[in-house]
C-alpha cells in the first residue's frame, strides 16, 4: 500500500469498488501469499466506510486520511489472525473508529465569560457531530452479528439486498 495518499487520490479510491471474489477469498489470499492485488482489491471495497467512519470522528481531514491508512496498515499486519474473514467489514469499522480515536486530539476549549442558558431538551445539546459519535458507540456496541448489517447498509450504502448476498443470507 502506498505510503502517503493525496486528497485526489483518496478521493478517486473512495469512489471505486469493483466486484469479483469475497471479501473472505480475497483475505485469504493476501493471509496466505501476500498478494498485492488482494490487498488492492480490499481497499478499494471497503475505503469509503473506513474513511467515512475516521472522517465522523476527526474535524481535521489529514488527521482523518492518517487514521484512513492507519486502519489498513493494521489489516496488513493482521490479516492472518482475523478469526471471521466474512465480518471484514464490521471489524474494519471498528478498527477505523478506535484508530480515529487514539488520533484525535483534545481541543482546547476556551473559557466561557457567561453561562449559557438551560437547555429544554438534551438533544439540544448535543453538536450534530456529538450525535454522530453517539450512534457510532451504539453501533459499536452492537453484538457483531446486527453491526455488521448496520455497517454494510447504513455506513457503506449497500442495498439490503446487496447487504445480504454478502453475508450470505
Partial sequence: MTANFRPVELGRLVGSADLGPGDAELLRRYAATRDPEAFAVLVRRHARCVLGACRRVLADPHAAEDAFQATFLQLARKAHTLRTPAALTAWLYRTARRTALRHRRPA????????????????????????????????????????????????????????AERLGL
Avoid: F, M, W
Avoid at 459499536?140 to 439486498?161: A, H, M, N, Q, T
Fill in 108 to 163: 482546547t476549549q476556551p473559557t466561557p465569560t457567561h453561562r449559557p442558558a438551560p437547555a429544554r431538551n438534551p438533544l439540544d445539546l448535543l453538536t450534530a457531530r456529538e450525535l454522530l459519535a453517539t450512534i457510532e458507540d451504539e453501533i459499536d456496541r452492537l453484538p457483531e452479528s446486527y453491526r455488521l448489517p448496520v455497517v454494510l447498509c447504513y455506513i457503506d450504502g449497500l442495498s439490503k439486498g446487496a447487504a
